[in-house]
């Protein structure tokens, strides 16, 4: 979580006494006497966390209840105080449960929350003083370093290898164990496999019947092997999962204003190998905020995703609206959510991502996206839209996020196939985002016909160009950004947003791709793409960020960022630095061919 478990009282930052070494500091010795609590760890010079810990999960009310007399006998002192406790019950084979609470200046105690949920595992430094600082028990934020998630997600995969799950059923497990938890119960850890697992799928069925959405239970029910020792194996991985997601707190994320539980969800699906072997290649968190951002997506939208995965698109939407017109956002995900997915299996994980966040009655959908059209509709007094399997002449969609399955086979499904889809459904002047292959803007035959095509009737607003590892590890193809508004023909010479990404944020690291934590061109950008798609004039920078005409009499009609851009000023300093690497480099090969 961020803490230096090294003894505060050796030096070296250190903020972690362990049983043996808390007597070390005068003050808490004086409190203490001869007790010695499990760990005591420091969260200020003069402030305390105590945490006292015990073997089976039925002594958690005896560790919870040594920790608060531990911190009672501190806060004797006039010099330092407890202000934090813990109590841990449980051991590596049954999990463990955590209970927190925080001592108010006024002799109070009270549990710590999150979104009036309980936390559920440890506090981050930053958490910890936040709550003494403020004398406050209540979270104000549930953010986690994006290496303890993938730390998490990792352990999760393991668990579900060794128990022999297979890689396409681990994200169907892991929707059924994130629905179960939603009860402020916790199943029924000592029952036999049997009973245990059956606890789950219903605590799973409940939550979907719940949110009216029953028909995907049978997608993520889990189902024990027949073997009595493969039963017990399953189980216990099961419950292994269940307590590593209790401890990112994942309960009390839970519908939370900042995303922890989308994140995790993204990173399991990307490194636990779950998204390539159910086939779908997940949209960067990243990169469905910087697209629901620059389209201005707000509650008067009626926001489409017709081919939309586990439904990123679709919650960065969600989360927009959520944090920029909380008024409306009732309103904006019962009747303006609209998204569907052609495999069962991937629909369910979208269903469980939109429950999260607090509804699960939206219009995402298990189908085929090219035999149903979206048609007007007005729902309780609002502009709404209904799925109908024929062409309708109401439209409803004012904006599209999409992500079309890449590279398909099929002659009729190629990812063009799916735009033109989403533009049938959509309203003039409506505007359209879609992240597509670069080689669907340059390649000749039925691309280069649809470019003409979609030209005739449609404006080209951007096309964004991103590095070719943006889909790492699922899938290694350059991708753009395009943005079409519906139904206002191209101008000859109209002009069309050119922009070449090299940097969106993140490195390739130890075969992952994690945030570098610099500044970076995607954000520095992304208000001046906003600007333009919007009507606004922007700094264009050579070969970075330009305006330029489209040419419609060109016969090649390659509208890529490469075709457009003009060649980068030369740096100077730039040039120099580079000529004398090239240099030193010749010299040290001259020397190595001389040595030899």
Known sequence: MGWNTRNPSKGNNGQVYTQQECLDHPELAAGLKRQRPEYVVKVHEDVFWIIEAKGTHEKIDDAYNEALGYAKDVNKSKIVKARLITGVAGNDDDGYLVNTAFLHLDGRVSPVKYNNRKITGFLSPDQARYLSDNDTADLNE????????????????????KASINKDLRATVMSAVL???????????????????????????????????REFAEYIELRLPQEEAAKNKYKAAVVRVFFLLRKINIKAAMDGSHDL?????????????????IGIVLTPRHITEFSAEILDIKASDLVYDPACGTGGFLVAAYDRVRRNEPAKVEMFKKHRIFGVEQQANVAALAIVNMIFRGDGKNNIINGDCLSINLNRKIRNGEASAEYQNHTGDRKAVSKVLMNPPFALKRDDEQEFTFIDHALDQMLDEGLLLTVVPVSVMYASGRELEWRKHLLAQNTLLAVIGFPNDLFYPQASVEPVIVVIRKGVPHEQNGKCLFVRISDDGFIKLKKRRLPHGRPYQLDALQGSIFKFIHGGVLPEVDGLIQTKPVD???PHLELIPQQYLDNAKLDSDELRRSLSTIQSELVFQEIRRGLN
Not at 142 to 161: D, G, K, P, Q, R
Not at 264 to 273: I, R, S, T
Request: cysteine-free.
């Open 142 to 161: 549930l953010v986690t370093n994006e290496i303890l998630l993938l730390s998490i997600a990792e352990s999760i995969n393991e668990e579900l290898h």
């Open 261 to 277: 539980l989308g994140k995790f969800y993204e990173v399991f699906l990307k490194y636990g190998n779950g998204a390539k072997d």
């Open 552 to 554: 419609l009499t060109d």
């Open 179 to 213: 629905l179960s938890m939603v009860s402020d119960t916790l199943p029924n850890f000592n029952g036999s496999p049997d009973v245990f697992i059956k606890d789950i799928n219903n605590r799973a069925e409940d939550v979907l019947i719940t949110h009216a959405k």
